[in-house]
């Protein structure tokens, strides 16, 4: 039998759940925040890492990686205590995002590696072979990019990705590579994570860039910088209308 306060958290724990569906995270972090508490206060550790996943996730998209390294660490910490060997990785793999969007790619390969250990996934392939082809470790990279296309679970907006790559180490800057980049946001543009539109439309631009055709490059670096999330001030009820 439930009382009033634990039914409406429930009721707001799918709440969250729902509106994550749509990446509209700035318009629930009150919420958040109440079944954060709450569940910690219950001891209540699934829906409460759950929950926490989701907050740091939100930080990830507006950029406050600070706030979500902590986070990101206590949840590996948790789910190895359980063995619950597929959010670990989930979380492995996101704190390789959050060290790879900051350019610390020595940090990121050591949690992509972890994280492949417990699931092969093909974005977390290609993540790792970014990260050294960023470093400079092409060898490396393509050694993982070959290794990508035989991975059991593979997305195909990363299967495009990984032929993009792979054509890059031969060809910067190429029609191939571009077309391929096009291909891809033309393709999956409406389904793909706001980091990973980024990413796509931050190559568009450099392509363009770097052929001086300036007025393309102009416009994907600003859609590369559009932000669809609305940032929450934890210090008022309000949401913040600085964004």
Known sequence: KMNSTKYGMLVTYYEIYVWTRFNEYGNKVGLLDRCIKTFADEKNMRRYSYCLML???????????DRAEPMYKELIEYYRSINGLYNL??????????YMQQEKYDQAI?????????????????DLAWCYYKNGNILQCRQTLTHAKSVQNRYPVFEQLIEWLQITLDAKYSVAALNCLLKI???????????????????????????????????????????????????????????
């Open 55 to 65: 907050k740091a996730a939100y930080y990830m998209q507006i950029h406050y990686y």
């Open 89 to 98: 990785h989930v979380n492995l793999h996101n704190l390789g995002n959050l």
């Open 110 to 126: 050591d949690y992509y590696k972890e994280a492949a250990h417990y699931f092969n996934e093909n974005d977390t392939y290609f």
């Open 185 to 243: 946001e033309n393709n999956y543009g409406e389904e793909m994570d706001q980091s990973i539109k980024q990413f796509i439309r931050t190559q568009i631009a450099q392509h363009y860039e770097y052929h001086r055709q300036y007025d393309q490059a102009c416009e994907y670096y600003r859609l590369a910088n559009q932000r669809n999330v609305t940032e929450y001030d934890e210090d008022t009820p309000e949401l913040s209308s600085d964004i």
